[in-house]
């Protein structure tokens, strides 16, 4: 089993926080369920409708890989299992900013952003996170309901 660049489940507080922009695209907010990160992720709702109250596991992986060898950069549809079969929602995306945040009463905090094809993701939480991660990194967002 590959070793995950992050994983923990969700629950969707709310939808388009600064409206509707895309037809077929929500903003979906999101918060973990033990309130320590909070998450902001584009998703493709033609293809995946999310709805406020729903829980969901998402992971961040270097690679598809079962074995977790690096990902060649290249998908072919072969028959065997790779971790994308575990989930129901599956983008391919880059790091592109890692930044501290810094919260009214001062907490300290660090907010990764991926982007996804256009697709954007905000992940703000506690400094230990960013521990995996790095500038420019290819990664797999990975998302199922449960």
Avoid: C, W
């Amino acid at each position: 089993m590959p070793e995950h660049l992050f994983q923990d489940s969700f629950i969707v507080i709310g939808l388009d926080p600064d409206g509707k922009k895309f037809d077929k695209v929500s903003r979906v907010e999101a918060e973990s369920e033990d309130s320590s990160i909070y998450m902001q992720l584009d998703v493709a709702i033609e293809v995946y409708p999310m709805q406020k109250g729903e829980k969901f596991k998402m992971v961040l992986a270097s690679t598809l890989n079962l074995d977790g060898t690096p990902d060649t950069g290249y998908f072919t549809q072969a028959s065997r299992e790779t971790l994308a079969d575990q989930f129901e929602y599956v983008m391919h995306g880059k790091l592109y900013r890692i930044s501290d945040y810094t919260t009214p009463k001062q907490d300290p905090k660090v907010e990764i952003f991926g982007s996804f094809g256009g697709l954007l993701m905000l992940l703000r939480g506690e400094p230990s996170i960013a521990g995996s991660f790095e500038l420019d990194q290819r990664i797999f967002l990975l998302i199922r309901k449960v």
